[in-house]
């Protein structure tokens, strides 16, 4: 079946302007995560969707970063103004309570703010 | 002290070899577990659950031991294809997933 699927999967913006980075997950999967990996560093959690809500934006970096989810489905990641430290790889990932909460990652997208 | 610790690495062995990760955890409310494989510049893939009595998957083998907090994953007759960076993995009630730093295997000929 399709996996998790992520647009766009590469990003240039320069510094100060809005992006939006969308994932589709696997079909039927009711929880719902966002990462980002610096270059040559390990996975820094985001935020958890569970359907809809949001039970833990902790790793929301700032108030420029926010995410939302409809239909149980659908995310996307938004970035305001943007600044060159946002440069990563933001991943998501998806999961359901049916397999243990093991977690399938899309893709990626990579951003590079100039 | 960070919540996931794991061998730093890198290790480098020959085709055939056996080798171990290691991973210890700090929070002992912690219910599930995992290790992941992330190749150079991909998403990490999931590579098996850890159960409490331990579980194999082909050439793999992890264990889980509670009361010391600790998570271990065993390579057997490694192929070149196994090089990768090995993610230790901990989560609490299907969220709060807390990725270890990874160990690098290079698999050598």
């Known amino acids: 079946g399709a996996g998790v699927s992520q647009s766009p999967s590469n990003k240039v913006t320069e510094k100060g302007k809005d992006v939006e980075l969308r994932c589709d997950p696997i079909?039927?999967?009711?929880?719902l995560y966002w990462y980002r990996q610096r270059l040559g560093q390990g996975l820094e959690f985001l935020i958890y969707?569970?359907?809809?809500?949001?039970?833990?934006k902790s790793g929301l970096p700032s108030d420029r970063f926010s995410a939302e989810r409809t239909g149980e489905s659908v995310s996307t990641l938004t970035i305001q103004r943007t600044q060159q430290e946002d440069s990563a790889v933001y991943l998501c990932?998806?999961?359901?309570?049916?397999?243990?909460?093991?977690?399938?990652f899309g893709p990626g997208t990579r951003l590079t703010v100039t | 002290r960070k919540e996931v610790e794991q061998d730093p690495g890198p290790f480098n062995v020959p085709e055939g070899a056996t080798v171990a990760f290691n991973c210890t955890y700090s929070n002992s409310a912690s219910q599930s577990f995992f290790w992941y494989r992330q190749d150079c510049r991909k998403e990490p893939k999931l590579l098996m659950s850890?159960?409490?009595s331990g579980n194999e998957d082909g050439r793999f083998t992890a264990q889980l031991n509670r009361a010391s907090q600790y998570i271990s994953l065993l390579i057997r007759d490694s192929k070149l294809s196994d090089s990768a960076t090995y993610l230790c993995v901990v989560a609490r009630y299907g969220q709060n997933f807390v990725f270890g730093p990874g160990t690098r295997l290079s698999v050598l000929p």
């Open positions: 850890v159960y409490s």
């Open positions: 969707f569970q359907g809809n809500s949001a039970p833990d």
């Open positions: 990932a998806s999961s359901s309570q049916g397999t243990a909460y093991e977690q399938y």
């Open positions: 079909s039927g999967h009711t929880a």
